[in-house]
């Protein structure tokens, strides 16, 4: 086979990740929810046609990935952010002292618009869609360290408000078990940036303090974004803290 035609070969896929593909769409479907057990690896195996080290190399990835959770002697288990532990999973910010500390999400605002042309493209939306923006206050122990302003498709979350999301549940958890939107996988970027009056105001810090801005693209399943936030970090006390390889 000469270059040019090999560049429009199919691509082989081993034969775990085809079942890898197969339990994805199983959980896009909704066959087994956030906190659900999924069968056994001998009886996927056989709903499957495999071996069941093939499937157990499929769950071992996706366990890797944070997709499902498995628990000793219990099973496996579809992954979710009603679990405490999961809570905070895409958060990235730790105290510089290394001691755990309380978190407490404060909901500020919560109101509808139009989706401009960055939001649209971010959320695979059409350009004026109904889109919800909700802002909250992040703190852990006593101290404000994030500022989050974030972006949902109304269609998705069509009653979200300031009271829906004081119900208590942490806020990827409220979407979870109300609106059935699971968040399995974000994108970020990271910059510097002066804190503004508002930003200022919230974090208790200096007007032009520096500020750590993550902004934030969180996917469901089949790669769907669903939600674009922007988060004002202070790094007064806490850094950013992410593990490689």
Same mark, same amino acid.
């Not at 270059?3 to 070969?9: E, K, N, P």
């Not at 082989?12 to 890898?20: A, E, H, M, N, V």
């Not at 122990?141 to 829906?164: A, C, Q, R, T």
């Not at 939600?227 to 806490?238: A, D, K, V």
């Given at each position: 086979?000469?270059?040019?035609? %090999?560049?429009?070969?199919? $691509?082989?896929? @081993? ?12 959980? /896009?479907?909704?066959?087994?929810? !956030?906190?659900?057990?999924? @069968?056994?690896? %001998? +009886?996927?195996?056989?709903? =499957?046609?495999?071996? #069941?080290? $093939? ?16 628990? #000793? ?9 009603? *679990? !405490? ?19 407490? %999400? ?10 401009? @042309?960055?939001?649209?493209? $971010?959320?695979?939306? /059409? @350009?004026?869609? !109904? ?8 703190? &852990? ?13 109304? +269609?998705?979350? !069509? *009653? ?15 979407? +979870? ?12 970027? &990271? ?15 200096? /007007? ?6 993550? /902004?934030?693209?969180? =996917?469901?399943?089949? #790669? ?9 970090? %202070? ?7 992410? +593990?490689?390889?």
């Amino acid at each position: 086979m000469n270059r040019a035609s %090999s560049l429009h070969a199919p $691509t082989f896929s @081993p034969l775990y990740r085809q079942i890898k593909q197969l339990i994805m769409g199983n959980l /896009e479907s909704g066959e087994w929810g !956030p906190g659900d057990a999924i @069968p056994s690896e %001998s +009886e996927l195996a056989g709903r =499957f046609g495999v071996s #069941q080290g $093939t499937v157990r190399k499929a769950i071992d990835e996706m366990a890797a990935e944070n997709l499902l959770v498995r628990q #000793q002697g219990k099973g496996t288990f579809v992954a979710t952010h009603k *679990d !405490p532990g999961s809570a905070f999973r895409f958060l990235r910010l730790v105290p510089n002292d290394g001691v755990p500390q309380v978190s407490q %999400s404060i909901p500020l605002e919560c109101w509808r618009a139009k989706a401009g @042309p960055d939001v649209a493209r $971010t959320l695979a939306l /059409e @350009p004026g869609a !109904p889109i919800t923006i909700l802002r909250r206050l992040l703190k &852990l122990g006593d101290e404000p360290v994030v500022f989050d302003e974030i972006y949902l498709s109304s +269609e998705l979350f !069509p *009653d979200l408000s300031l009271e829906v999301v004081r119900t208590g549940d942490s806020l990827y958890g409220l979407f +979870e078990s109300r609106y059935g939107v699971c968040m399995v996988r974000a994108d970020e970027r &990271l910059r510097a940036v002066a804190a503004d009056r508002v930003s200022a105001e919230l974090l208790q810090v200096a /007007e032009g303090s520096p500020l750590l801005v993550v /902004e934030r693209v969180t =996917f469901t399943y089949g #790669q769907k974004p669903v939600e674009w936030r922007r988060g004002f970090y %202070s790094t007064r006390n806490h850094h950013y803290r992410n +593990e490689l390889g």
